[in-house]
């Protein structure tokens, strides 16, 4: 059999059998792993408290023949007990590893990936930053990655600089008043997009509620939902709380 150990951030878990429970991470050196953790929801377990969503850990795994690894220690790589003690920055944490998830690279290794997810949740842990753009932060940045992020200093159409005053997700990004479609946008939230992808966002992210940052959520969340062909169930701050689970 084989045996990894690696660094990981729990996505995802759902219940299997009598005990069980199937957990879904992103390790750092061997991409998205789906995990059986045999036991773990009888109250003796010792890992039932480790491999919770947006749990940061160190796992010991063992590979069996069918798709599924088998956990055989975890332990809390950082506790993120900040994060954890609010409704609003676990709601963030909750969309953001719901986006890593839908990214479909099982098995595949991607650092850079899991390097940024764990960046933003020390981000979510820190109490001197707002949880509220951070989720949006992120998509743009996912976006990036994959060399989709949207275009906010000119016309994503005809290439003037402006007025710019609509966004348009499905063709990556702002648009000036002869090109308008998609969503207007109001001048508060270009400039709050262009701070967030410019160099800026430690700034507007200490910032509780900027102008336009109603705007740029769902700006940013329609453009990952675009980008990944699917709909994402990200919690809001005025929904029922839900950790995310297999469909």
């Known amino acids: 059999m084989r045996e990894i150990s690696d660094e990981a951030v729990v996505l995802r878990t759902y219940k299997s059998g009598e005990s069980d429970r199937v957990v879904?991470?992103?390790?750092?050196q061997?991409?998205?792993?789906?995990?059986?953790?045999?036991?773990?929801?009888?109250?003796?377990?010792?890992?039932?408290?480790?491999?919770?969503?947006?749990?940061?850990?160190?796992?010991?795994?063992?590979?069996?023949?069918?798709?599924?690894?088998?956990?055989?220690?975890?332990?809390h790589k950082t506790r993120l007990a900040t994060l954890r003690s609010s409704y609003l920055r676990i709601s963030a944490g909750y969309a953001v590893v719901e986006a890593v998830d839908a990214i479909p690279s099982d098995g595949v290794p991607d650092e850079e990936i899991f390097e940024l997810l764990t960046r933003v949740l020390a981000t979510l842990d820190d109490e001197s930053f707002d949880p509220a753009l951070v989720p949006s932060s992120?998509?743009?940045?996912?976006?990036?990655?994959?060399?989709?992020e949207p275009v906010v200093d000119v016309c994503v159409n005809c290439g003037r600089a402006g007025p710019l005053v609509a966004f348009d997700a499905?063709?990556?990004?702002?648009?000036?008043?002869?090109?308008?479609?998609?969503?207007?946008?109001?001048?508060?939230?270009?400039?709050?997009?262009?701070?967030?992808?410019?160099?800026?966002?430690?700034?507007?992210?200490?910032e509780e509620s900027p102008r336009g940052s109603g705007e740029v959520t769902a700006i940013a969340q329609e453009s990952?939902?675009?980008?990944?062909?699917?709909?994402?169930?990200?919690?809001?701050?005025?929904?029922?709380?839900?950790?995310p689970t297999d469909r």
């Not at 879904?24 to 750092?28: I, N, Q, S």
């Not at 036991?39 to 023949?65: I, P």
Request: contains cysteine.
């Open 30 to 75: 061997h991409g998205k792993l789906r995990v059986l953790a045999k036991g773990v929801r009888k109250t003796s377990s010792r890992m039932g408290g480790t491999l919770e969503t947006l749990a940061h850990v160190t796992v010991d795994l063992v590979k069996t023949r069918g798709e599924f690894y088998i956990a055989r220690h975890v332990q």
């Open 24 to 28: 879904v991470l992103w390790t750092r």
């Open 170 to 206: 499905q063709i990556g990004g702002t648009l000036c008043d002869e090109c308008r479609q998609g969503v207007t946008l109001s001048n508060d939230a270009l400039v709050l997009i262009r701070r967030m992808v410019g160099g800026d966002l430690a700034s507007v992210l200490r």
């Open 224 to 243: 990952i939902e675009v980008h990944f062909g699917r709909r994402l169930r990200a919690p809001q701050a005025s929904a029922p709380l839900r950790a």
């Open 138 to 148: 992120f998509f743009f940045r996912l976006l990036a990655l994959d060399g989709s």
